[in-house]
């Protein structure tokens, strides 16, 4: 694909990229896979990669809306899968307003020019500019009672598929309009402290004198107010801070490790949790993941965190790589469909099928049970997913006991996902079990 024949810095290149990575969302890809394509075939320059991703990002957490309001205004599904996502990117900027809407970040007369502009540079689809043009400055005029008329369509008030609105209702009945509020919303940036280099308290003050506001909601959990850049951050470099919601740094707590122990952290990539559990003690620790590239991630982790262990490419399901020597403790974050972590990763909604969860916990039910023959008696084992759907979590965690006639021990089970000043965190599932 030839580089685009716009200026880097304009709006009309970042939406033109955006409008390609949706299409490719669309096409099946995961979002960072795509933008990843997208910034290789248009060889996008370092500042413009930024809005690009953005504006990306708000297209996923508004694609139900937009989707609604272009049915309104077009007689038909445009054809192009590029001009249909150039039309869901400037549709998700220029509604954005009003009720549970992240604020626009573009004057809505600059978007609908530079979406022309974008749709006349790219030779595809430049015989739909009129269109583009039609479509947009159509909603600018009856803007009002279009919004009113989309918006009574579930899917364009939640910004979520019909199945996965239904299934959050009936697996919380109390708390299911929260839980997608806060799927909507952009993530907080928060820190773990690397409690072998710093504390707490002398961290925050660095952060202080640096302007940096920012607040503590849990052990070594740090939010900022503002989320910056990972170069922006004070010591990420020395390995003082990492990034990791706070609900992800309950794992090695729960774990009691103690110095000396033999510890398997499966499925292992990109390795937040690997990190923590070297920071907690001084153990041996096997990190097994089944992709060799994730793994890649692992080591520079912990590279940069000047901590060692050993790194394994295989699968949990299987025994091909285990020694035979059992370890103390091992932690099982076990794949799901990540219904948990929708505001990091908004285009997973779109991505996933309502059978998805079945599926996915059948095969975390046959890793943990391959996984629990490795655990010395006595042992602990930590299911961890970040799903929301009971057949990954709770009910995965009451029917591997049974199975397994594991001991059940305290753990916070089912986190949902909230997005408090005090108490800021993704949804995850936690089952803590001992074997006998």
Known sequence: MPRLQLKPDSLAYSLSGAAQAVARVSAGTALPQALAQVFDDIQAPAPARGAIQDISYRTMRRLGLADALLRLLAKKTPP???????????????????????????????????????????????????????????????RDPLMQKALKQPEARWNYPAWWIAAVKSAY????????????????????????????????????????????????AVRLSRPVPVSQIPGFDEGLASVQDAAAQLAAPLLDLRDGMRVLDACAAPGGKTG?????????????????????????????????ATLRSG???ERDWWDGKPFDRILAD?????????????????????????????????????????????????????????????LQAAAFAARNHAVRLPAPGQLLPTARVERDHDGLFYALFQKA
């Open 80 to 142: 192009a899968p590029k001009l249909q996502g150039l039309l869901r990117a400037s549709l998700a900027l220029i509604s954005a307003s009003g009720h549970m809407e992240e604020e626009a970040p573009y004057e809505a007369f600059i978007i609908v020019d530079q979406a022309v502009t974008a749709a006349a540079a790219d030779p595809a689809i430049a015989h739909a500019k009129g269109m583009v043009n039609a479509v947009l400055r159509r909603f600018l005029r009856e």
């Open 173 to 220: 009945p109390r708390d299911w309009e929260s839980i997608l509020e806060v799927g909507n919303g952009q993530p907080p940036l928060t820190l773990r402290i690397n409690r072998r280099k710093t504390t707490v308290d002398d961290y925050l003050e660095r952060l202080t004198t640096q302007s940096m506001a920012a607040s503590r909601i849990g052990e070594y």
């Open 315 to 317: 699968d949990a399901g």
């Open 334 to 394: 076990v794949p799901c469909t990540a219904s948990g972590i929708v505001r990091r990763h908004p285009d997973i909604r779109w991505l996933r099928r309502e059978d998805d969860a079945a599926q996915l916990a059948t095969v975390s039910a046959r890793i943990l049970d391959n996984l629990w023959q490795m655990l010395h008696p006595n042992g602990k084992l930590l299911l961890v997913t970040c799903s929301l759907w009971p057949q990954e979590s709770e």
């Open 276 to 308: 923590h559990i070297l920071e907690s003690a001084d153990i041996d620790l096997l990190a097994l993941d089944s992709d060799p590239k994730r793994l890649s991630r692992v080591e520079e982790n912990l590279q940069r965190l000047q901590l060692d």
